[in-house]
């Protein structure tokens, strides 16, 4: 949903923030240092990937296997992040919440001010929203009658962390 700000999601993929499966806590899913290997190529999107909760110590690592045409691919299909969820482990992403009858959801800090310093930069309160060929945010994003209530949300959603 929050393409083309600041690059694509790929860009702000490295890290998760996720609810831990065991505590509900903020865990963190990222890519581990060569856990596939040294000499194994990296491949953005498919590398193994580490699950980590601080609060109750639960680990949890997945790698990519190699596929019949050479290339470094997980065994399931990557999870869709419109569901709210993370690629590797489909767990629920910590900062989302519900905003102007939408569902708003960020990877990771950096991805939430991202989003914010956009939001703040190029919609104002009196203007009419304005559709951006730069910005793939989704067009509820954009309403300016909408503006006050994304800003309240993300400042409440950095918070939490
Ligand atoms: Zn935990």
New binding site residues.
Partial sequence: MLNGVGGSLLAYSDLFLVH?P????C?RIFTPSNAKGQNEPRYTGHESKRLV?S????TKDIHPKRSWNNLWTFNHELFDEKQGVDWYFGLSLYLQAQCCGNNIWFFNLEHLDHIEEYIKKHLRPSELYYLSMESRLPAWMKRSKNRGEVLKVIDKLRQKV
């Fill in positions: 831990c065991r505590c509900s806590s865990a909760c609060k109750c110590g639960l």
